[in-house]
Nanobody, 124 residues
């Protein structure tokens, strides 16, 4: 497993941008697929974006497609989520997760490592 620490959350007005970062410990960062999830009050945790170990493939939820971008820097052991054109409905706690299997991103109950979360609040 890897230890994950998110940062970059905050309060932003609708239409604004934020970039979330998730730093991982360990020497095997490149062996993990990575994902960003979010959970709004009263709602289930949902996948927002995911990226394969090499970074060659990505996935985006329909609700964020065209506005968010996931990327990774294996040299820095960090995964990013660039969020543009933010909407009030993007308000949530955002979590990063890591797992050796990319397919596990769609089975969050089985993911091996989670960060503590970072709050994103978008005001209207």
């Amino acid at each position: 497993q890897v230890q994950l620490v998110e940062s970059g959350g905050g309060l932003v007005q609708a239409g604004g941008s934020l970039r979330l970062s998730c730093a991982a410990s360990g020497r095997t960062f490149s062996s993990y697929a990575l994902g960003w999830f979010r959970q709004a009050p009263g709602k289930a945790r949902e996948i927002v974006a995911a990226i394969t170990r090499s970074g060659s493939s990505t996935y985006y939820a329909d609700s964020v497609k065209g506005r968010f971008a996931i990327s990774r820097d294996n040299a820095k052991n960090t995964v990013y989520l660039q969020m543009n054109s933010l909407k009030p409905e993007d308000t949530a706690v955002y979590y990063c997760a890591a797992d050796p299997s990319y397919g596990s991103m769609w089975q969050p109950g089985f993911l091996g490592s989670w960060g503590q979360g970072t709050q994103v609040t978008v005001s209207s």
